[in-house]
Nanobody
Framework: VQLQASGGGLVQAGGSLRLSCAAS????????MAWFRQAPGKEREFVGG????????SYADSVKGRFTISRDNGRALVTLQMNSLRPEDTAVYYC???????????????????WGQGTQVTVSS
């Protein structure tokens, strides 16, 4: 599967952005999906994930209550709605796909086999 992320940009603190990840290829519904992010000088970290059906999601503590991940299997699309953005949310955001255990939200980088190119999110104070 190939992934194309979009929707990043510059926003003031407290604002919102919506990231999208379009997948091409076969059997999108067979993949668990997630968003990760990487800030300058820091390691890539898990942000949120969703199982194959969309019925279960999980988030990093730092974004709980502010970010929402969802998927549309008919359109092969995953979105990350980001509200109440903070300067510390500034990072390159990556979408990722995994076929290893699609009924669970996987949270480690090594469990994901396919990655999008990343989209920059910058939150100004």
């Amino acid at each position: 599967v190939q992934l194309q992320a979009s929707g990043g940009g510059l926003v003031q603190a407290g604002g919102s952005l919506r990231l999208s990840c379009a997948a091409s290829g076969r059997a999108f519904e067979g993949y668990g999906m997630a968003w990760f992010r990487q800030a300058p000088g820091k390691e890539r970290e898990f942000v949120g994930g969703v199982i194959w059906s969309g019925a279960a999601t999980s988030y990093a503590d730092s974004v709980k209550g502010r970010f929402t991940i969802s998927r549309d299997n008919g359109r092969a699309l995953v979105t990350l709605q980001m509200n109440s953005l903070r300067p510390e949310d500034t990072a390159v955001y990556y979408c990722a796909a995994s076929r290893r255990r699609p009924t669970l939200v996987l949270k480690t980088i090594s469990e994901y086999d396919y990655w999008g190119q990343g989209t920059q999110v910058t939150v100004s104070s």
